[in-house]
T-cell receptor, first 115, second 116 residues
Framework: DGGITQSPKYLFRKEGQNVTLSCEQN?????MYWYRQDPGQGLRLIYY???????QKGDIAEGYSVSREKKESFPLTVTSAQKNPTAFYLC??????????????FGEGSRLTVL | AQSVAQPEDQVNVAEGNPLTVKCTYS??????LFWYVQYPNRGLQFLLK??????LVKGSYGFEAEFNKSQTSFHLKKPSALVSDSALYFC??????????????FGQGTTLQVKP
């Protein structure tokens, strides 16, 4: 079945370590997104990519990095520069085009806890 | 700047009663509006969207939403609530325009509690 796969589901990290969250989609979507979810704050956009080898910063990009070497993959690295990395991270994808009426499709999320 | 507001952190309703989860938006052009549902430790599931046309939009699991341009609202409704509807609900907006990137702006979410 088509969908978005995020891994790992749960991840624990010590302070000062970088971690990479995986996101893979087989929906043939051009656009992919990373959101961060904190209790009571909804979803905030970290990075997004509309095409391979191109990506843009979202509202809270500091302390994060991404790559988009393949259409199917959009990994997110949480660096040691991110001051409060403990959160639930959601990857999403969508069709793009001149009239972007499509909804986002979400993965099941990755919960990162910094010890 | 575009934004979405969900004025209620939590909505409580008895099973079998109608439910409403409120959403208001602010955009400079025509809005594309969406509702999502999230169960604990899961991703978001798409419920419905308004793009154009009929102001009453029907979606998954018996949910519907009414677009009201004059009040800039897009409230989510269901005629008869189920205990299994208990979850976190998000309203989102995307603004159409030449600089549109396809990204969504989300509200803060409303927790729906349906009691037996």
């Amino acid at each position: 079945d088509g969908g978005i796969t995020q891994s790992p589901k749960y991840l624990f990290r010590k302070e000062g370590q970088n971690v990479t969250l995986s996101c893979e989609q087989n929906l043939n979507h051009d656009a992919m997104y990373w959101y961060r979810q904190d209790p009571g704050q909804g979803l905030r956009l970290i990075y997004y990519s509309q095409i391979v080898n191109d990506f843009q910063k979202g509202d809270i990009a500091e302390g994060y990095s991404v790559s988009r070497e393949k259409k199917e993959s959009f990994p997110l690295t949480v660096t040691s520069a991110q001051k409060n990395p403990t959160a639930f991270y959601l990857c999403a994808s969508s069709h793009t085009g001149q009239v972007p009426t499509g909804e986002l499709f979400f993965g099941e999320g990755s919960r990162l806890t910094v010890l | 700047a575009q934004s979405v507001a969900q004025p209620e952190d939590q909505v409580n309703v008895a099973e079998g009663n109608p439910l409403t989860v409120k959403c208001t938006y602010s955009v400079s052009g025509n809005p594309y509006l969406f509702w999502y549902v999230q169960y604990p430790n899961r991703g978001l599931q798409f419920l419905l969207k308004y793009i154009t046309g009929d102001n009453l939009v029907k979606g998954s699991y018996g949910f519907e939403a009414e677009f009201n341009k004059s009040q800039t609202s897009f409230h989510l409704k269901k005629p008869s609530a189920l205990v299994s509807d208990s979850a976190l609900y998000f309203c989102a907006v995307r603004e159409f325009g030449s600089s549109n990137t396809g990204k969504l702006i989300f509200g803060q979410g409303t927790t729906l509690q349906v009691k037996p």
